[in-house]
């Protein structure tokens, strides 16, 4: 098998309906890098004549917002495409992705993908759909930033760090976001989020050590994201 049969990109993504020769053609024509924490894998409003498979790592997608600081968007992780909206619209990208850890991603040509999407109609269904899962969660996140107070949008994505990305040997969040990156998330400023970080130390929620914070009382956590 082609290592684009074997990889976890294929399992969780539109490639899974690929044909094994179609696998194979995606094999010859991919072009696998290693992305360091920090680094940009594409910048908003650029084109992109590509789109990127996620074997390993995790990045963030980010929108510059008129006051000129970064709104995380979205976390994404192994196993996810970037890129394949602004693809198929020929569109300028509208975020940024920046790698959150060192990262190996693999490039796959724009020729090549719409082979795919006008060849095979499971694969462009495919893509349509994880296109509509994006916008649902877009969605999701302007109803959380307009109904949701500050406190209730921290613990939520506390609790979406935990449950999505898990924790190190110390049950501490695997994903170490920086206090302005958490704010970024939530939607606040960064001195608030740190208030409100201290206050849920206090308060037994969580244990904090640097970066490092540990989930104590999901079940509160639970409790005030509702």
């Not at 082609?2 to 020769?21: R, Y």
């Not at 992109?48 to 790592?57: E, H, M, P, R, S």
């Given at each position: 098998?082609?290592?684009?049969?074997?990889?976890?990109?294929?399992?969780?993504?539109?490639?899974?309906?690929?044909?094994?020769?179609e696998?194979?053609?995606?094999?010859?024509?991919?072009?696998?890098?290693?992305?360091?924490?920090?680094?940009?894998i594409?910048?908003?409003?650029?084109?992109?004549?590509?789109?990127?498979?996620?074997?390993?790592?995790?990045?963030?997608?980010?929108?510059?917002?008129?006051?000129?600081?970064?709104?995380?968007?979205?976390?994404?992780?192994?196993?996810?495409?970037?890129?394949?909206?602004?693809?198929?619209s020929?569109?300028?990208?509208?975020?940024?992705?920046?790698?959150?850890?060192?990262?190996?991603?693999?490039?796959?040509?724009?020729?090549?993908?719409?082979?795919?999407?006008?060849?095979?109609?499971?694969?462009?269904?495919?893509?349509?759909?994880?296109?509509?899962?994006?916008?649902?969660?877009?969605?999701?996140?302007?109803?959380?930033?307009?109904?949701?107070?500050?406190?209730?949008?921290?613990?939520?994505?506390?609790?979406?760090?935990?449950?999505?990305?898990?924790?190190?040997?110390?049950?501490?969040?695997?994903?170490?976001?920086?206090?302005?990156?958490?704010?970024?998330?939530?939607?606040?400023?960064?001195?608030?989020?740190?208030?409100?970080?201290?206050?849920?130390?206090?308060?037994?929620?969580i244990?904090?050590?640097?970066?490092?914070?540990?989930?104590?009382?999901?079940?509160?956590?639970?409790?005030?994201?509702?």
């Open positions: 098998m082609s290592k684009c049969e074997q990889c976890i990109v294929k399992e969780f993504s539109a490639l899974k309906a690929l044909t094994k020769d696998l194979l053609k995606l094999a010859d024509t991919k072009i696998s890098y290693t992305v360091k924490k920090g680094e940009i594409f910048d908003e409003g650029d084109y992109l004549d590509g789109i990127f498979c996620v074997k390993n790592g995790v990045c963030k997608l980010t929108k510059l917002s008129s006051n000129g600081k970064d709104q995380i968007v979205k976390l994404v992780s192994r196993g996810e495409l970037l890129g394949q909206r602004s693809l198929i020929e569109e300028p990208t509208n975020l940024s992705a920046v790698a959150l850890e060192d990262m190996t991603v693999c490039f796959v040509p724009k020729s090549q993908v719409m082979a795919f999407f006008n060849e095979n109609n499971k694969f462009s269904l495919g893509v349509m759909k994880n296109v509509c899962h994006d916008l649902k969660e877009a969605d999701n996140v302007l109803v959380n930033l307009a109904q949701k107070s500050v406190k209730e949008r921290l613990a939520s994505t506390l609790l979406y760090l935990h449950d999505t990305f898990g924790v190190n040997e110390d049950d501490s969040l695997k994903i170490q976001l920086s206090r302005e990156e958490i704010s970024s998330i939530i939607g606040t400023a960064t001195e608030s989020c740190i208030r409100l970080l201290s206050d849920f130390n206090k308060s037994g929620l244990e904090t050590n640097g970066k490092k914070i540990i989930l104590k009382n999901k079940k509160e956590l639970r409790k005030l994201a509702e």
